[in-house]
């Protein structure tokens, strides 16, 4: 999603400006722009539809340079990608903004604003609030006060950074419903969506709340709340390093993700395995307590995150003898619910700021949960600090926006959810003992998975020139199917699509020929004798097979049906190992196809608007 980057200093800020939204690009964008402002307050912008680089080759055509600056990475919401939509926006060459998320009333203040006399030029909703905090600003002569009086008109959801030209050196930055971070410097100051933009120049943040408004200088802040009072926000050390979104030797990112798996997996396990039993420490001070209490689940969360709910409901109610209810976050705030007493809120999300896992959360709430709990890869997050108990997946930064280890962390996650619920209701001490041991062998699971890849290297070239594949799994492996469904399509732009085996003579089956290759994964499990018989129907009709299966079943490759060996695992972690095999075919493919592997098209990472 879109990324701001916003500097005061002492020094030229435009080398950090364009850095910062380099380290931004992970998260999705189709232009970019920023405002540079020199010492007489004058401004200069430089837009560009693309990628950053086309934005650096503008400003070595023509240099520009500053001390106080902002600029943007944007995905397009109102407006089709176009220079003239392109962020920052300025009202009369005197006020520049960026901003992120979405104003919902902007309809209504551009008529107001085009009463006063205001020109739009673009088709976006952040030209609104940029003339809006213009005409406050001729009202008040104060930027920080401009700024206070439109958001104060603003309803839906924002990040904002601002300067003016009567104002040199000062930025107003403002968060409503969208990140924003302020870095801390020697003697300058930085704004962000995202820390990792600032971690070339600071490791010193401050995370603003809800409503909160900042002032910054080179060489002051001030933060103001919702109320216009004064408040003082902590500074939080971060322990990632400039160097955390290298790729190393890895051609991209996805392909170095996917092989961090075993150590963030392993990361992710850390003190939270006793001998024998899971720790409820792990949860926070509150949950020992509170999960005695609870009677039933419900798991909230978008894409692969809801996947990944959707395994875990298998697991809830398997072997933790749990209710279990998922729902895609965008759909849950919009129906009216019934919550059964003693009933715990799970969300899921990597970035901890989906948008619409958020407003699933804050909706929650109101409805009479017992607590809610969040699984997130990043602990200075909205959701992190807005839910009430936590469990971190550690996966480390994910820069390719196709989810890889943040999956497998959030599947290992819940399964240490599973074992701290399920202890107060049908786990007892030996399964719990059991499910700790299958635990502690799948980093190493793993590790032997990712040896396949030279093998589905070549496997990929089987799905380079088709259009449609189909990916089949049965009981807790359906939802990975789905997963592998998403990976491929994300990446490779090939349509496909995920059923429950069973599912096929209801209607796939129509579908099925020696043009669409089908994809299964077969783990011993109870079901795998239905599913090999499920598997003959695909053969039947002339459909090609690829299973990926594990080595103990003796599965042999034939004629139209190609076996590649699994490790032996434990069923109940085997989703989180036959996750491995379809995230390396996706990257395989993807490659040879030649799309943007780590910013697939039309795609963000952090969908941080509803």
Same mark, same amino acid.
């Given at each position: 999603?879109?990324?701001?980057?916003?500097?005061?200093?002492?020094?030229?800020?435009?080398?950090?400006?364009?850095?910062?939204?380099?380290?931004?690009?992970?998260?999705?964008?189709?232009?970019?722009? $920023? !405002? $540079?402002?020199?010492?007489?307050?004058?401004?200069? &912008?430089?837009?560009?539809?693309?990628? !950053?680089?086309?934005?650096?080759?503008?400003?070595?055509?023509?240099?520009?340079?500053?001390?106080?600056?902002?600029?943007?990475?944007?995905?397009?919401?109102?407006?089709?990608?176009?220079?003239?939509?392109?962020?920052?926006?300025?009202? &009369?060459?005197?006020?520049?903004?960026?901003?992120?998320?979405?104003?919902?009333?902007?309809?209504?203040?551009?008529?107001?604003?085009?009463?006063?006399?205001?020109?739009?030029?673009?088709?976006?909703?952040?030209?609104?609030?940029?003339?809006?905090?213009?005409?406050?600003?001729?009202?008040?002569?104060?930027?920080?006060?401009?700024?206070?009086?439109?958001?104060?008109?603003?309803?839906?959801?924002?990040? =904002?950074?601002?300067?003016?030209?009567?104002?040199?050196?000062?930025? /107003?930055?403002?968060?409503?419903?969208?990140?924003?971070?302020?870095?801390?410097?020697?003697?300058?100051?930085?704004?962000?969506?995202?820390?990792?933009?600032?971690?070339?120049?600071?490791?010193?943040?401050?995370?603003?709340?809800?409503?909160?408004?900042? *002032?910054?200088?080179?060489?002051?802040?001030?933060?103001? *709340?919702?109320?216009?009072?004064?408040?003082?926000?902590?500074?939080?050390?971060?322990?990632?390093?400039?160097?955390?979104?290298?790729?190393?030797?890895?051609?991209?990112?996805?392909?170095?993700?996917?092989?961090?798996?075993?150590?963030?997996?392993?990361?992710?396990?850390?003190?939270?395995?006793?001998?024998?039993?899971?720790?409820?420490?792990?949860?926070?001070?509150?949950?020992?307590?509170?999960?005695?209490?609870? @009677?039933?689940?419900?798991?909230?969360?978008?894409?692969?995150?809801?996947?990944?709910?959707?395994?875990?409901?298998?697991?809830?109610?398997?072997?933790?003898?749990?209710?279990?209810?998922?729902?895609?976050?965008?759909?849950? &705030?919009?129906?009216?619910?019934?919550?059964?007493?003693?009933?715990?809120?799970?969300?899921?999300?990597?970035?901890?700021?989906?948008?619409?896992?958020?407003?699933?959360?804050?909706?929650?709430?109101?409805?009479?949960?017992?607590?809610?709990?969040?699984?997130?890869?990043?602990?200075?997050?909205?959701?992190?600090?807005?839910?009430?108990?936590?469990?971190?997946?550690?996966?480390?930064?994910?820069?390719? /926006?196709?989810?890889?280890?943040?999956?497998?962390?959030?599947?290992?996650?819940?399964?240490?959810?599973?074992?701290?619920?399920?202890?107060?209701?049908?786990?007892?001490?030996?399964?719990?003992?059991?499910?700790?041991?299958?635990?502690?062998?799948?980093?190493?699971?793993?590790?032997?998975?990712?040896?396949?890849?030279?093998?589905?290297?070549?496997?990929?070239?089987?799905?380079? *020139?088709?259009?449609?594949?189909?990916?089949?799994?049965?009981? !807790?492996?359906?939802?990975?199917?789905?997963?592998?469904?998403?990976? =491929? @399509?994300?990446?490779?732009?090939?349509?496909?699509?995920?059923?429950?085996?069973?599912?096929?003579?209801?209607?796939?089956?129509?579908?099925?020929?020696?043009?669409?290759?089908?994809?299964?994964?077969?783990?011993?499990?109870?079901?795998?004798?239905? =599913?090999?018989?499920?598997?003959?129907?695909?053969?039947?009709?002339?459909?090609?097979?690829? /299973?990926?299966?594990?080595?103990?079943?003796?599965?042999?490759?034939?004629?139209?049906?190609?076996?590649?060996?699994?490790?032996?695992?434990?069923?109940?972690?085997?989703?989180?190992?036959?996750?491995?095999? $379809?995230?390396?075919?996706?990257?395989?493919?993807?490659? =040879?196809?030649?799309? *943007?592997?780590?910013?697939?098209?039309?795609?963000?990472?952090?969908?941080?608007?509803?």
């Amino acid at each position: 999603m879109c990324g701001i980057v916003g500097a005061a200093a002492e020094r030229d800020v435009t080398p950090i400006l364009l850095e910062g939204l380099k380290r931004l690009e992970y998260r999705g964008y189709d232009s970019a722009g $920023l !405002v $540079l402002q020199d010492e007489t307050g004058l401004l200069r &912008r430089v837009r560009t539809t693309g990628k !950053v680089a086309r934005l650096q080759e503008a400003l070595a055509a023509n240099p520009a340079s500053g001390r106080c600056g902002i600029a943007h990475t944007r995905w397009a919401t109102h407006g089709a990608p176009s220079d003239r939509n392109a962020h920052p926006h300025v009202s &009369r060459d005197e006020v520049a903004i960026v901003h992120n998320g979405i104003i919902e009333n902007y309809e209504a203040l551009r008529e107001r604003l085009r009463t006063l006399g205001y020109q739009f030029e673009s088709e976006t909703d952040t030209e609104v609030a940029c003339h809006l905090i213009h005409a406050h600003y001729e009202r008040t002569h104060d930027l920080l006060a401009a700024v206070q009086a439109a958001v104060a008109e603003l309803d839906g959801a924002y990040a =904002l950074g601002v300067v003016c030209s009567r104002e040199p050196g000062r930025l /107003v930055a403002a968060r409503k419903g969208s990140p924003l971070v302020i870095g801390i410097g020697l003697g300058e100051h930085f704004i962000a969506s995202d820390v990792f933009a600032l971690l070339p120049v600071t490791q010193r943040f401050i995370f603003l709340e809800e409503g909160d408004i900042a *002032d910054i200088r080179r060489e002051s802040l001030a933060i103001y *709340d919702r109320s216009g009072s004064g408040v003082e926000r902590a500074v939080r050390t971060s322990e990632l390093t400039a160097d955390a979104a290298d790729r190393g030797p890895y051609r991209h990112f996805m392909l170095k993700e996917i092989h961090e798996q075993p150590r963030a997996i392993a990361e992710t396990l850390e003190a939270r395995l006793g001998e024998d039993r899971v720790l409820e420490a792990a949860f926070g001070p509150k949950a020992a307590q509170l999960f005695q209490t609870i @009677k039933r689940v419900q798991i909230v969360a978008c894409g692969t995150s809801y996947h990944a709910g959707s395994v875990a409901r298998y697991w809830f109610e398997t072997y933790a003898g749990l209710p279990c209810d998922v729902e895609v976050a965008s759909e849950f &705030r919009y129906r009216p619910h019934v919550v059964s007493p003693d009933t715990l809120f799970v969300t899921i999300s990597q970035s901890g700021e989906t948008a619409d896992t958020l407003a699933a959360l804050r909706e929650a709430k109101s409805l009479g949960y017992s607590a809610s709990l969040a699984i997130c890869n990043v602990p200075e997050s909205s959701l992190v600090r807005e839910s009430d108990l936590t469990l971190m997946t550690r996966a480390g930064p994910e820069i390719g /926006v196709a989810s890889t280890k943040a999956f497998t962390t959030q599947l290992t996650a819940l399964l240490l959810l599973v074992a701290a619920l399920g202890r107060h209701h049908k786990l007892d001490q030996a399964a719990e003992q059991q499910l700790v041991q299958a635990l502690r062998q799948v980093p190493g699971l793993v590790e032997q998975a990712l040896q396949l890849e030279s093998h589905i290297e070549t496997l990929a070239e089987r799905f380079a *020139d088709k259009h449609h594949t189909l990916f089949l799994g049965r009981g !807790v492996q359906y939802p990975i199917a789905q997963e592998g469904a998403l990976k =491929l @399509k994300e990446i490779s732009y090939i349509h496909a699509e995920a059923y429950p085996a069973g599912e096929l003579k209801h209607g796939p089956l129509a579908l099925v020929d020696d043009t669409m290759p089908v994809v299964a994964v077969a783990p011993r499990d109870d079901l795998v004798e239905t =599913l090999k018989s499920n598997l003959q129907e695909v053969r039947a009709r002339g459909g090609v097979l690829y /299973v990926f299966a594990d080595e103990t079943l003796g599965m042999a490759s034939e004629d139209g049906y190609e076996v590649f060996n699994m490790p032996a695992a434990a069923e109940i972690v085997a989703p989180i190992l036959y996750t491995i095999p $379809l995230q390396l075919l996706a990257y395989h493919v993807a490659v =040879l196809k030649g799309t *943007d592997v780590d910013q697939p098209r039309n795609l963000a990472k952090s969908v941080t608007v509803e």
